[in-house]
Each structure stands twice: as C-alpha cells, then as structure tokens.
C-alpha cells in the first residue's frame, strides 16, 4: 500500500511538473495550427482576388502599366475593338497582320457609327454587298465579319492572284493609309495636304504615302524615332497599331483638331 501511495504521489508529482509543458506544448500547437490556418486563407484570398482581378480587369499580363502604349491598349479593349489572344495575352510587340489590323482599323467606325448589328454583313446603304471569294480564307473566320465590312467600304481589297493573306504582316504606312482612308478626320482633306519638304527624314516627297504621312505628322498622330526617322516600311506592331488608332479616336471624341496627351 505504501509503495503503491509512493507510485502514485510520484505520477501525480510528474504530472504536476509536465503541465506547464504540456500547456505550452498544446499552446504552441494551437498558434501554429492558427497561423497554418490564417496563412492558407491568407493565400486563398490573395489567390481569389487575382482571381477576380483578372476576370474583372481590362488589363494585360504582357501590357505593363508603364508600357508607353498602355493607355491606348486600354482605351480600346474597353471600347471592344481589341480583345487579346485565348491566352490573355495582347502581344503589344508583335508585328500586326492583314487581319488583326483589319478588326482594329474597321472599329473606328464601329466606335462611331455601327452597332454589332449594323453594317457588318450588309453595306450600310446602298453600297454593293462583296462576296467573300477568297482562296485562302476560311468561313466562319474570326476576322470574317471585319473583311466583309472592309469590302464594302472599300478599306482593303484582295490581290490579283484571288488571296488577300489574312495572316502577311503590315507595314507602318499601309496601316496609316487604311487608317486615314477610314477615318472621318481626313475625309476630304488629303488632297489638300501640300508637302513642302520631307516630314521625317527617311520620308523623301516622292514617295506614294508621303500625304498621309505630312497629314498624321500634322495631326500628331504618328511621331518620330531619336533620329527623326519614321521607319514606313517597318513591320507595325500591335501596340503602335493600337496607339495610332487610339489617337484618331480620342481626338474625335474631344473634338481636338490635333491630337496632344
């Protein structure tokens, strides 16, 4: 009996010196579970707010804030003439295509005077409906309804051989002439441009867009490189496509006469 008093005075001796352990033990368990827990949901919720974000935003992961033309990119997804690739993506430096200049050059007119409904597969008045005949593009394509629409407003016809190569990259001042050719800026104002001297140093007068070049120059939609060189035959590409766009666009919508930030 004593011995059993002695083993059980003992237990309870252990016990009594274990419990300021155990206590922090299981204290120290339960903060580190709280803060495993609170990490988690940390991380869940930062997860759902980029989530969220990116369904909710008319941002680019390849378009940084601080990209020169990111204004402009914005401008025109939130109008609905840009829309990026299935990946998200805009590819801003990317040289831009017969088609992809196609879609954004025709929302000019989109912005102004269609609805998605309006003048996409029909003429808008009584222009001739163009049948789409090409060898090399596919019905039901993406960029169908802007190649109709290009057709009948004569912004952009095929080649000879029956293609018009949805997919052969564009140079700057093909882009500016379908762009000037299709916007209400410079209806009727072309033929009026007298080029004196070179606008850009790599612009000589003879040269068949030195008009629209002189006119954008003018209207300060198009600028110079650190060397006053334009670069006209140089592939464009889809950030400045977009920032020419937006330019004409933003002045029409302020009324300006010349575009200025």
Request: include cysteine; charged fraction near 20%.
């Amino acid at each position: 009996m004593r011995k059993y008093l002695i083993g059980s005075i003992a237990a309870m001796s252990v016990l009594t010196l274990l419990q300021p352990v155990l206590a922090a033990e299981t204290q120290q368990q339960t903060q580190e579970q709280s803060q495993t827990q609170e990490t988690q949901v940390s991380v869940e919720t930062q997860e759902q707010s980029q989530q969220m974000t990116q369904e909710g935003s008319m941002e680019f992961p390849d378009v940084a804030i601080a990209h020169m033309n990111h204004a402009a990119i914005i401008y025109l997804r939130e109008k609905g003439i840009i829309g990026g690739y299935p990946d998200g993506t805009f590819k801003p430096e990317q040289v831009v295509n017969r088609a992809e200049a196609l879609k954004m050059i025709m929302g000019i007119t989109n912005f102004k005077y269609w609805t998605k409904a309006e003048c996409v597969f029909s003429a808008c008045g009584t222009q001739e409906v163009k049948t789409l005949n090409f060898s090399d593009t596919e019905k039901g394509a993406w960029y169908e309804q802007y190649l109709q629409a290009g057709l009948n407003n004569s912004i952009v016809q095929g080649y000879p051989d029956g293609t018009f190569k949805p997919a052969q990259t564009v140079n700057l001042v093909e882009n500016l002439k379908m762009v000037l050719n299709q916007t209400f800026l410079a209806v009727d104002k072309l033929d009026a441009v007298n080029v004196v001297s070179a606008p850009f140093a790599d612009t000589p007068v003879n040269q068949w867009y030195i008009k629209y070049v002189q006119y954008a120059k003018d209207k300060g939609l198009i600028e110079a490189d650190a060397s006053n060189n334009l670069n006209p035959a140089q592939g464009m590409t889809r950030a400045k496509l977009a920032e020419l766009v937006y330019r004409v666009l933003y002045m029409d919508e302020k009324g300006m006469d010349k575009y200025s930030k």
